[in-house]
């Protein structure tokens, strides 16, 4: 499982697929922001980071122009990850609440970490061709990880996923909290992006997010009663 992971992680950082998103991520590894003139900048596709082993698949996104496209790893040196990844350390899904680099020493603990696009847009906002592009390096990531939980940050991340999976199902809304559970049983969880417009502004605060991998967990949990109560069965 890991070799399959190392291996669609190489094929997506040599991705030119497409032109728009080649050249602004370029551009801006190019220029750079002042505060970090002194660094070399990744500029390049951003792969999945965490378990190979993972039940829990987190779907962002795309790279911050000046986070995960500067330091190679999704969620990265910006200020998302600044308010996410404390949030899956207080959950057990992380080893660290801090992500500043790629050698920083941060283990993900039965979670992994994808997008929906692997490049930073120009204005954070890749066009459906760009989503289209990318959506089988996310399909293939869920066939390698067959994941028990699905947790989608944002809006775009959910359509995403329902379009994966042919859900037409007009019941299906995005919202925060919000549940649902695909015909092979996997469960999809939806989260406000931990972006600064929704931080800043309150419309995701702390405990909302850190309700979300409580929920995450308790759904790993309920998978783990189903399996034993089957072993038992089996006796």
Same mark, same amino acid.
């Given at each position: 499982?890991?070799?399959?992971?190392?291996?669609?992680?190489?094929?997506?950082?040599?991705?030119?697929?497409?032109?728009?998103?080649?050249?602004?991520?370029?551009?801006?590894?190019?220029?750079?922001?002042?505060?970090?003139?002194?660094?070399?900048?990744?500029?390049?596709?951003?792969?999945?980071?965490?378990?190979?082993?993972?039940?829990?698949?987190? *779907?962002?996104?795309?790279? =911050?122009?000046?986070?995960?496209? %500067?330091?190679? !790893?999704? @969620?990265?040196?910006?200020? #998302?990850?600044?308010?996410?990844?404390?949030?899956?350390?207080?959950?057990?899904?992380?080893?660290?609440?801090?992500?500043?680099?790629?050698?920083?020493?941060?283990?993900?603990?039965?979670?992994?970490?994808?997008?929906?696009?692997?490049?930073?847009?120009?204005?954070?906002?890749?066009?459906?061709?760009?989503?289209?592009?990318?959506?089988?390096?996310?399909?293939?990531?869920?066939?390698?990880?067959?994941?028990? *939980?699905?947790?989608?940050? =944002?809006?775009?991340?959910?359509? %995403?996923?329902? !379009?994966? @999976?042919?859900?037409?199902? #007009?019941?299906?809304?995005?919202?925060?909290?919000?549940?649902?559970?695909?015909?092979?049983?996997?469960?999809?969880?939806?989260?406000?992006?931990?972006?600064?417009?929704?931080?800043?502004?309150?419309?995701?605060?702390?405990?909302?997010?850190?309700?979300?991998?409580?929920?995450?967990?308790?759904?790993?949990?309920?998978?783990?009663?189903?399996?034993?109560?089957?072993?038992?069965?089996?006796?």
């Amino acid at each position: 499982m890991q070799s399959q992971l190392e291996k669609l992680n190489e094929e997506i950082i040599q991705c030119r697929k497409c032109a728009r998103l080649v050249e602004w991520r370029e551009e801006v590894a190019r220029l750079k922001r002042r505060a970090y003139r002194d660094q070399e900048y990744w500029g390049k596709p951003v792969p999945g980071f965490g378990d190979p082993k993972a039940r829990v698949l987190v *779907v962002g996104l795309a790279p =911050g122009a000046h986070g995960s496209n %500067r330091t190679g !790893r999704v @969620f990265t040196g910006d200020a #998302s990850g600044g308010f996410m990844y404390p949030a899956l350390y207080r959950a057990g899904f992380a080893n660290q609440p801090t992500a500043e680099s790629r050698d920083d020493g941060l283990i993900l603990k039965d979670l992994y970490i994808a997008a929906v696009a692997h490049c930073v847009p120009p204005a954070n906002k890749p066009n459906s061709a760009e989503l289209d592009n990318c959506q089988p390096y996310l399909e293939r990531t869920i066939e390698i990880l067959k994941p028990k *939980v699905i947790v989608c940050l =944002g809006r775009i991340a959910f359509e %995403r996923i329902l !379009r994966m @999976f042919s859900i037409r199902n #007009s019941a299906w809304k995005f919202g925060h909290g919000a549940l649902y559970q695909l015909d092979n049983g996997t469960w999809v969880l939806c989260s406000y992006h931990p972006s600064q417009q929704n931080t800043l502004t309150g419309k995701l605060t702390v405990m909302m997010f850190d309700d979300i991998w409580v929920k995450a967990r308790e759904l790993l949990q309920r998978e783990e009663e189903v399996i034993d109560r089957l072993n038992a069965a089996s006796v």
